[in-house]
């Protein structure tokens, strides 16, 4: 079965009338993973906006349709990590473990679980929806914003006109960090 037709027929795990903003991309790809994932899976959504509209849903209800967490911003990784262990032990090799993570989440607050689950390879899979900020809390700027960008904490005027640095871009292969 391909792509499209395994979203075609599947189970959106994630509930209608989410609480997440009119249009956002994190809660587009966040039902099209579980919806490839499908119903056994556990994933771990750390603080942030994700979190509040991933948890919370409509009216305070359950916005998924699979057991979510929220473990705290830095340790997602490391969370899963027993998560994942846990099923193993029980003989469960089945149940996809996922985190779902912003990119301060992921890239600054959580990069050393991050790291260290990637270096003992770690049986899950590790979402990092980057949208290069602190959306949560005003648009702060993270390591993964962009050079040149100016948000609601980057110093701007004659002498600097947005972040200095370049963005931290990391991929895994195999526990290994390139850069």
């Given at each position: 079965m391909n792509y499209i037709d395994k979203l075609k027929f599947s189970k959106d795990l994630v509930?209608?009338?989410?609480?997440?903003?009119?249009?956002?991309?994190?809660e587009l790809c966040l039902r099209r993973v579980l919806q490839?994932?499908?119903?056994?899976?556990?994933?771990?959504?750390?603080?942030?906006?994700?979190?509040?509209?991933?948890?919370?849903?409509?009216?305070?209800?359950?916005?998924l349709k699979v057991p979510v967490h929220i473990?705290?911003?830095?340790?997602?990784?490391?969370?899963?990590s027993g998560v994942s262990q846990m099923y193993q032990r029980k003989g469960r090799e089945d149940v996809n473990i996922i985190a779902f993570a912003g990119d301060g989440a992921?890239?600054?607050?959580?990069?050393?679980?991050?790291?260290?689950?990637a270096e003992?390879?770690?049986?899950?899979?590790?979402?990092?929806?980057?949208?290069?900020?602190?959306?949560?809390?005003?648009?702060q700027r993270s390591s993964t914003t962009t050079k040149g960008s100016k948000t609601s904490t980057t110093p701007v005027g004659i002498v600097l006109k947005g972040k200095s640095q370049s963005k931290k871009i990391y991929a895994f292969d195999n526990g290994h960090a390139q850069y």
């Amino acid at each position: 079965m391909n792509y499209i037709d395994k979203l075609k027929f599947s189970k959106d795990l994630v509930t209608p009338g989410m609480s997440a903003c009119q249009g956002c991309g994190g809660e587009l790809c966040l039902r099209r993973v579980l919806q490839i994932a499908g119903e056994n899976s556990v994933i771990a959504i750390p603080p942030g906006c994700m979190a509040g509209a991933g948890v919370v849903g409509w009216n305070f209800d359950n916005g998924l349709k699979v057991p979510v967490h929220i473990p705290l911003l830095d340790n997602t990784a490391s969370f899963l990590s027993g998560v994942s262990q846990m099923y193993q032990r029980k003989g469960r090799e089945d149940v996809n473990i996922i985190a779902f993570a912003g990119d301060g989440a992921t890239a600054d607050c959580g990069f050393q679980s991050l790291t260290g689950a990637a270096e003992r390879g770690e049986h899950m899979l590790y979402i990092c929806y980057d949208n290069e900020g602190y959306m949560n809390t005003g648009f702060q700027r993270s390591s993964t914003t962009t050079k040149g960008s100016k948000t609601s904490t980057t110093p701007v005027g004659i002498v600097l006109k947005g972040k200095s640095q370049s963005k931290k871009i990391y991929a895994f292969d195999n526990g290994h960090a390139q850069y």
